[in-house]
């Protein structure tokens, strides 16, 4: 990747079928795209479901990317990647196979009808939060203890718990 790269974070979530390799599947297509390099993935959290809460458990992680596409563009390309592994959009915060959000984009604040950059709801979420933190602490550790201020203020920090296969 070139040095006009601009470093994104993702969320990513998944609770039907195969979590863990909707998951996986999602990296590797990323990486697939020739102006994206996945360059940092935080561990794997399970999590209560919020809003709709009559479904399974999610599991999310959140992955750092070096992109010199546009936010706009990296926006449509995370959409025709959740539409490939078969994302139905009818339930709002409803069951998904996979769930692709921007969180960060470099600096970049962008506020339009389709993205809205920082996340507009990446601090009220500890779902977002905890692997968000995982991971930003390694490059930007002033950014994640802010993160983990935020964190620190939520009340729902109990339905997020590291994952294991049994």
């Known amino acids: ?3 006009s790269a601009v470093c994104a974070y993702i969320g990513i979530g998944s609770n039907i079928g195969d979590r863990e390799h909707h998951l996986l599947q999602s990296l590797v297509m990323l990486g697939c795209h020739p102006e994206i ?3 940092g993935q935080s561990r794997i959290y399970e999590t209560d479901p ?3 809460v009559d479904q399974e458990p999610f599991l999310n992680m959140t992955a750092e990317l070096a992109t010199t596409l546009s936010p706009e563009h990296l926006l449509s390309y995370m959409l025709s990647v959740e539409q490939q592994l078969g994302r139905i959009r009818d339930i709002r915060w409803g069951p998904r196979t996979i769930d692709l959000d921007m969180l960060l984009y470099g600096s970049a604040q962008h506020h339009s009808d389709d993205l809205q950059l920082p996340h507009p709801r ?3 979420r500890a779902f977002v939060l905890v692997p ?3 991971l930003v602490s390694l490059r930007d550790p002033a950014m994640a203890e802010w993160l983990a201020l935020h964190l620190e203020k939520l009340d729902r920090k109990e339905g997020v718990s590291l994952w294991k296969k049994i």
């Open 50 to 52: 919020i809003g709709y």
């Open 1 to 3: 990747m070139n040095s």
């Open 132 to 134: 968000l933190i995982e």
């Open 37 to 39: 390099e996945v360059t």
């Open 122 to 124: 990446m601090l009220e």
